[in-house]
């Protein structure tokens, strides 16, 4: 139970609304904004040098792989920063590409840097780092679609900052190069699965179309369903169309659209990220929790706050509720998702 | 009775009036804008800042105030200190990213994996007892506990107290304030964390029970020169009297929207004397038959907010409820 996120940046209409999710802009410059991802869907562009984005992770741990599509957009490669690995606000670790195309890892100093890669610009690069943090076994490892070029790299000094731990992950650091990332996912150790490299991955967003096996929200505009009334696709349009509760306990579960593999035929599902977008009416105690099922069984995700404004919160299900195995295309197919209301 | 400080900022006119309440530090311009659920709420962007103090010197302590960072970046900054003189003990901090950090002084205790979304309301509470070797904090993040530990050392001074908070410090960006409060951990009630609470303001609509002062400008009824709502007119329409055990009582309006807890009520009158000699208020709770009044308050020569909380019902001692809030009067008595 590892993956601790995906995103594929398909449902965001704009930095507004990309601000509602739990990235965060890490500079004054915000966003480009989005544009035709790698396999149709969006990608994220940041195309000023100003412009970065930040992933707190989740469990403040010292190891983590962590795979992302890039594109450089720019006229030419210059020198910058692809991934940054933050403790607090200090840099532990840097993924760089320098104005010859290739991928240099910097810690406290340069630990290895490939030779021959030449990564050009206009072209799509699955690139993969694990990092373990540690000032004497400290261990790295870099793929470029699915080969290493870096490492695997043991007995290394990774932790630039006393005290091993990652906060964040940073996309783009006083990069001039353009460049626009899709299909992120962030592992941890922990668990038996998704505790690896996971090669080049698509990270597909399906929408819901139709309702599921409960719907006891009260539907506000949106058609005669309820799943007509949720906020997907383009730019949500907040209180004008929605389903609302107070009741804790209260369920919603909608079917989905099928998998395509975006064209491509699907080898293995890493995971599910079941990703809700709410807010609360009013001040009190509430909070909301992911909701899958699976055949018939069910299962719930932890606890999230509520703020007074909307926000995207995802949770990940790694593994089919029905059986406890992995996913499979077809058990997603005819999965439910939704959301579940607690006190 | 634990409820220490409540704040809505929805009665005040603009930030001169609200500096009749709290000290706001001067560097920048404080503004008053929309709040959370209406009302109002107080903005502080670079070096501004407002101080919580005349609260005692708890060692345990709750504080939760909504808060709303807008731009495109949340900046590092901190977003509350506890103070013991002029001594940091916790400080809740955030990183740019929107991660929060607590430290003591300027030792790290912990980092959130979570944190502050841009352009969203939060409902921030950060609960801690002073104890350089047993202290403990938890912050929780729209009700969701996001940091905390215990067996820490808290206490930069080793007095095991706070008696000054700083709301917001050093932040680039603009930082929205609301609904705040401040617990201590005595008595039975409000002890504890609240969870997301929202504070109303309901003003005088009536006269009350007795109305013993002399009404200036103002209407027909002494409620009418009551300072509510807007900008007040201080000396144009107020209510005076100079004898002692003389009360001042008003209906109000009714509090709207759905409860399930009134956690307490709050007086708040806006006063001062017109001479030199000792002069003192206190604020008075009416309901149905049974008054209460809050600890004396010293007036001085310009008109400032005092602040009287009444954390039960004075009629049976038990909780609040929304009808028996709409149902009482409120307004203060003149004491030596």
Redesign the interface.
Known sequence: MTMLFCEGFEQYADQADFLRSIWQTQSIGGITGFTTGRHGGQALQLHSSNESVAFPTPDAGIEYWVGVAVRFTGASIVAGGIINLQAQDVVQGALNITAAGELEYVADTQLDITSGLGLTIDTWYYIELHVLLDATVGELEVKVNGATQIGPLTGQDTERVQGPNIHKIILQQNLTNQPDYDDFYLNNAAGLTNNDFLGDIIVETVFPDADGNRNDMTRVGGGLNNYEAVDDGATPDDDTTYNHGNVVGDDELYSFGDLTGNGFQIDTVHGVGVTNHYRQAEAGVRFVRALARSNVTEVEGANLGVGANYQYNQHIYEVDPDGGGAWDEAAINAAEFGITIEG | MTMLIMEGFEGYGDVADVRRRHVLIQSGTPTLETG??GGKALQMSTNNGMYLQGFGNPTTFVIGV?I?MS????A?SDVIRTIDGVTDNLVLGV?????L?ISRANT?LG?????L???????LELKGVIDDSVGTYEVR????NILSDTGQDTDSTGNARINLIQIHRQSSGAELHD?LYLLDSAGLTNNDFL????IQTINPDGDGNRNDFTRVGGGLNNFEAVDDGDSPDDDTTYNHSAVLDEDELYTHSALS??F?TVYAVMVRNHVRKENAGDRSVRAITRSNVSEAESALDPLGVDYRYIDGLFETDPQGGGAWTETRVNAAEFGLTIEA
């Open positions: 959370r659920y909504a709303f731009g495109t970046s949340i590092t990183y740019a990213g929107g991660m950090n790290l980092v959130s994996s979570v944190g979304r841009l352009n969203t309301w939060h409902y993040l729209d009700g969701v609904d969870g997301d609470i929202q929207g759905t399930d």
